[in-house]
């Protein structure tokens, strides 16, 4: 399917999604896509602790500061992600929502404050150390799905795993799992090229889901769904962050995602962040 030797281009957002930054090895074997990030052999792979399927954890932001050119796209914000809830990060758009994910999934640093995640400061982290926390930690769910077109539903969701360090037959059933999730189980072997833009985003909530992480991070989510596409992923972050005690962040200005939520935490354009 992929063939032999040569390169595959991976999307960036399945590598940011893992915190894989790096070349890695691909391969397909009866059916399943198996790929491990060059650098990292099974052995660090199994001495890394076992989170899987595990609640949530605190994420909290500690007066946070981040800048481009002397501009502060986020000025002192603090704020908690709590475990077991989904909270909306809302504010008009340049507030900074973007870049305070960006910031949590510890995809960028900030200029001034910390986040700490479980008790771990990632700015105190080497790269190295932020992306193996990132992998084990943090699904984040891009604005653009960041799917390969001729990969199917189900080998695009197996392949975010296997960059995780996830393969054969436990990420082949996670896929399914998370493809059933999220509605598109009768999906799953269609190529995501002939996808709908609504299913595009749903395979990407379910290479998320099913990396099982404490927390879930999504960057305006609903932005490419209709309506009841975007009832039915609320209603689906809801009970995930409820019933697996999930942190669940979505950056949104969609009242409907914003109807499921615990906690809304507003920003405003270069002014302290207030938390409900
Ligand atoms: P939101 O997601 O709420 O729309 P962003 O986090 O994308 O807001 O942006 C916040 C502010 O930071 C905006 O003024 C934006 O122009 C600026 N910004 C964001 N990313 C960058 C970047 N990489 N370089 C320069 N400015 C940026
Ligand atoms: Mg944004």
């Known amino acids: 399917m992929i063939g032999s030797g040569g390169w595959l281009r991976l999307p960036e957002e399945a590598l940011l999604d893992a915190g894989i930054v790096d070349r890695a090895t691909v391969t397909s074997r009866e059916g399943v896509v198996e790929l491990r990030p060059l650098g990292i052999t099974r052995a660090s792979v199994l001495m890394l602790p076992d989170i899987e399927g595990s609640a949530g954890a605190v994420v909290e932001v500690r007066n ?13 914000v603090t704020a908690t992600f709590k475990p077991g809830q989904l909270t909306v990060v809302t504010g008009p758009s340049g507030s900074g929502k973007s870049t305070l994910l960006a910031l949590v999934a510890g995809l960028d640093v900030p200029d001034e404050g910390e986040i700490v995640v479980d008790g ?14 990132r992998r084990d930690m943090i ?7 960041g799917l390969t077109g001729f990969l199917s ?18 990420a082949h059933e996670r896929a399914i799992d998370a493809l059933v999730a ?6 799953a072997d269609r190529p995501a090229d002939n996808l709908s833009a609504g299913q595009r985003e749903r395979v990407a909530v379910a290479r998320a889901l099913a990396a099982r992480t404490p927390v879930i991070l999504a960057d305006e989510p609903t932005s490419r ?38 906690e809304d935490v507003q920003l ?9």
Do not use: K, M
């Open 268 to 276: 405003r354009t270069r002014s302290p962040v207030e938390s409900s």
């Open 64 to 76: 946070v500061t981040r800048s481009y050119s002397g501009d502060a796209a986020l000025d002192a």
């Open 120 to 133: 771990v400061s990632l700015s105190r982290l080497s790269r190295d150390a932020r992306a193996r926390f």
């Open 225 to 262: 769904v209709d309506v009841a596409q975007a009832l039915t992923l609320g209603g689906l972050f809801s009970d995930i962050a409820h019933e697996h005690g999930t942190t669940f962040v979505c950056a949104t200005h969609d009242a409907v995602l914003i109807g499921f939520a615990d």
């Open 153 to 170: 539903a189900r080998e695009n969701v197996e392949l975010g795993l296997a960059i995780r360090g996830v393969e054969g037959i436990e």
């Open 182 to 187: 999220v509605g598109l189980g009768e999906h």
């Open 139 to 145: 699904a984040f769910i891009g604005q653009s799905p």
